[in-house]
């Protein structure tokens, strides 16, 4: 990817379980973003977390930020079969975003 | 909520044909606009940035007169895939930057280019 890796590539959970994500990025950031996107379909944003801030949390999801090492992590509870889609991270940087490789999320019914 | 379309949302074309793809920003206007594709499994790339009424800005390795950028008004970027050939086949994915906005941008639903 143009910025950064997330792992895992895919994950497999079963409905209720939490699902967590991680992205890594290679430059200085505004901030960090992370989207979902279903099969085929466009982005929808999720949360903003400022490189200012730990932690964020919006519903179900918590978002984290280390600015020293350069990583984020998602983390979605009480997954649902709904949450089934790919995840990216992306950085906001000199007025550009830039998406990581992304995580495949497929929770199982 | 902000509403970015595009329009068509799939095309399919011969190889050697120009294809248009136009985005607009439904319900704010757009000083910035980003182009993007992706391919099958794979994240989104950033091609260009395109602010209106000036050139627009390409990313490393992609090709200014291949991927033809107009963004004529603050509601309106068009990409036009010139020549195409089937290696151009991809997703192509627009955002817009509403004007005052700084980190947040918003998302049109995607246009699938299959050339033959």
């Known amino acids: 990817s143009q910025q950064g890796e997330e792992d895992p590539q895919a994950l497999s959970i079963q409905e209720g379980e939490n699902a967590t994500m991680n992205c890594s990025y290679k430059t200085s950031i505004n901030n960090l973003q992370w989207y979902r996107q279903n099969s085929g379909r466009g982005l929808v944003h999720l949360i903003l977390?400022?490189?200012?801030?730990r932690e964020k949390h919006s519903g179900r999801l918590r978002v984290t930020l280390d600015t020293s090492k350069k990583s984020s992590s998602l983390l979605i509870t009480a997954s649902r079969a709904a949450d089934t889609a790919s995840y990216f991270c992306?950085?906001?940087?000199?007025?550009?975003?830039?998406f990581g490789s992304g995580t495949k999320l497929n929770v199982k019914p | 909520g902000a509403v970015v379309s595009q329009h068509p949302s799939w095309v399919i074309c011969k190889s050697g044909t120009s294809v248009k793809i136009e985005c607009r920003s439904l319900?704010?206007?757009?000083?910035?606009m980003f182009w993007y594709r992706q391919f099958p499994k794979q994240s989104l790339m950033l091609m260009a940035t395109?602010?209106?009424?000036?050139?627009?800005?390409?990313e490393q390795g992609v090709e200014k007169d291949k991927f033809l950028i107009n963004h004529a008004s603050l509601t309106l970027s068009t990409l036009t895939v010139t020549s195409a050939h089937p290696e151009d086949s991809s997703f192509y994915i627009c955002?817009?930057?509403?004007?005052?906005?700084?980190?947040?941008?918003?998302f049109g639903p995607g246009t699938r280019l299959t050339v033959l």
């Open positions: 319900d704010f206007q757009a000083t910035t």
């Open positions: 955002s817009a930057r509403a004007l005052g906005s700084t980190d947040t941008q918003y």
């Open positions: 395109s602010n209106e009424g000036s050139k627009a800005t390409y």
């Open positions: 992306a950085t906001y940087n000199f007025n550009k975003f830039y």
């Open positions: 977390i400022r490189s200012n801030e």
